[in-house]
């Protein structure tokens, strides 16, 4: 099942007002012709198509503004497809739902057309037109920018506002019922607006406790109980809701059959990492390279799992959703105001790390492996990052340590079990780091030293690019084999443990 699966509704209107009929509605939206939405879009060229699904495609647009005829204004047109009623289902609710209701979290509907000519029914439906596209478009691994963390959080706020806005703001509640990345779009101040309401549908009314329907929607975001039974409430917006909090932290999809088993299911996956604020930062998204706040994105999660209790009258209303992450987004200090996006382009080199002449082998060891944090590891199995990183100056020290980090990219379970027993019978000690991240196992071992171990927890549980493991001296015989096909350099290990790693 996709958001495309749309099958007839088993409501029983008899028990419930329906929406405003069309005819009370129309006043409100500016009625086009298909020829003024043919010129308005130089005959629906291909070049300003803006995005395509099963409904049909959408197109960018300009119009003259009723209000100053010398002005123009963008606009976005959903032309559906002629044939079948689905598309003419979807449309009609749009033009009852955004017809009636208004709010800054809401994308606007500004007309419709309705003509009937030789070709058959022409049903579009023209909006506001907003030129950042969607959220979901900032967390794919193919984009070279993703949201910053300060934006997420924008989101977060903006989306639980424009669901709380429909659930209990309205003269009768609208259940969205198809919440998800792909659905929130950003306009040009990258306010998040939610969109594409052809699966709404109204609420239950006083003394009904759910609206029975087909289940349409989108696997991975929703409800159980409304997956298992059609029975539609509130509460099922408000478990997409949760989904979507862990898709902002982590950058993943809810469901990603790309990814190795026990990866696949997000919720399965993140939800038992969370448990430790020391080892939170496995799941956060890595190409947010350490710049976020640890203890917002907690604290962010916790919501979520309110959001994702299996009884539906356990979570919470969107009004207390929203409540609990504007005080998050009020009491996390983001000093000064962050862009919007941060750049993940390979082109704009790894953060933290200066090239200087000789070093464009590193540099590209160092690049590959961001690809691979960017979700290329399909393409780049196998690749090794290994830094000598030096300890010195440290008191209590009475000889140099040479540090090494090792990141080892490989299918799951290869090489595991071989470096668990390297790690217990080594004499170079116990392995005191084990994280994982987008398949990314990290391995490391050290000596008896207290000091050193104490260095290494805070370097590790601080937000960094890169996670790292350290050994002390000669590294046991297969990561030194693993070394030997690669080239070593040598770096230092920064006192402060600020995680930037500066080539000498």
Not at 70 to 83: F, H, P, Q, S, T
Not at 185 to 192: P, R, S, T, V
Request: aromatic share 8%; with cysteine; charged share 25%.
């Amino acid at each position: 099942m996709n958001s495309r699966d749309v099958c007839n509704d088993g409501i029983d209107y008899r028990e419930r007002p329906l929406y405003p009929s069309f005819s009370q509605i129309t006043s409100n939206l500016r009625v086009f012709t298909f020829s003024e939405l043919r010129n308005a879009t130089r005959n629906f060229s291909r070049s300003l198509m803006v995005g395509e699904g099963g409904f049909g495609c959408v197109y960018r647009g300009t119009i003259k503004s009723l209000e100053d005829p010398n002005a123009n204004i963008e606009i976005a047109v959903k032309k559906l497809n002629r044939k079948g009623q689905q598309g003419h289902k979807e449309w009609l609710t749009e033009v009852n739902v955004l017809g009636v209701v208004e709010h800054p979290n809401l994308v606007k509907l500004i007309g419709y057309c309705a003509d009937d000519d030789e070709r058959g029914i022409q049903r579009l439906l023209i909006y506001e037109y907003l030129p950042n596209g969607s959220v979901e478009d900032y967390l794919s691994p193919q984009c070279k920018r993703t949201l910053s963390w300060s934006m997420r959080l924008r989101v977060a706020l903006d989306s639980a506002r424009g669901l709380a806005y429909l659930h209990e703001e309205v003269d009768f509640q609208i259940i969205f019922r198809d919440f998800k990345t792909s659905n929130i779009l950003l306009d040009k101040d990258w306010n998040a607006k939610l969109s594409d309401f052809g699966f709404a549908r109204q609420g239950p009314t006083e003394g009904i406790s759910h609206v029975t329907t087909a289940v349409v929607g989108t696997v991975g975001y929703a409800a159980p109980e409304y997956m298992q039974t059609g029975r539609l409430t509130a509460k099922s917006d408000v478990w997409s809701y949760g989904v979507f909090l862990y898709v902002l932290i982590t950058g993943r999809r809810p469901i990603d059959r790309k990814r190795p088993k026990g990866e696949q299911k997000l919720l399965e996956w993140a939800k038992p990492r969370i448990s430790d604020a020391k080892k939170f930062h496995i799941i956060m998204d890595p190409r947010l390279a350490g710049e976020y706040s640890l203890k917002s994105a907690i604290k962010l999660a916790s919501v979520a799992n309110k959001c994702l209790l299996q009884q539906p009258n356990s979570r919470p209303k969107m009004s207390k959703v929203l409540e609990m992450v504007h005080k998050i987004v009020e009491s996390t200090e983001t000093g000064a105001p962050q862009p919007p996006l941060r750049n993940c382009d390979l082109e704009q080199g790894i953060p933290g790390v200066t090239e200087k002449k000789g070093q464009r082998k590193t540099l590209k060891i160092l690049e590959g492996m961001q690809s691979l944090w960017q979700g290329c590891r399909s393409k780049l199995v196998n690749i090794f990052r290994v830094a000598f990183r030096t300890v010195h100056g440290q008191a209590n020290f009475d000889h140099r340590l040479t540090c090494i980090s090792l990141i080892i990219v490989s299918p799951r379970n290869e090489l595991d079990v071989g470096l668990q027993k390297e790690c217990q019978t080594s004499e170079l000690g116990t392995c005191i780091a084990g994280i994982r991240s987008l398949g990314c196992w990290t391995w490391g071992l050290q000596s008896a030293s207290g000091k050193l171990q104490n260095l290494l927890t805070k370097f590790l549980q601080g937000q960094q690019i890169w996670n790292y493991a350290v050994s002390v001296n000669h590294p046991p015989r297969m990561i030194r084999d693993l070394l030997s096909r690669i080239v070593i350099f040598e770096h230092l290990f920064d006192a402060g443990l600020k995680g930037i790693l500066k080539l000498l």
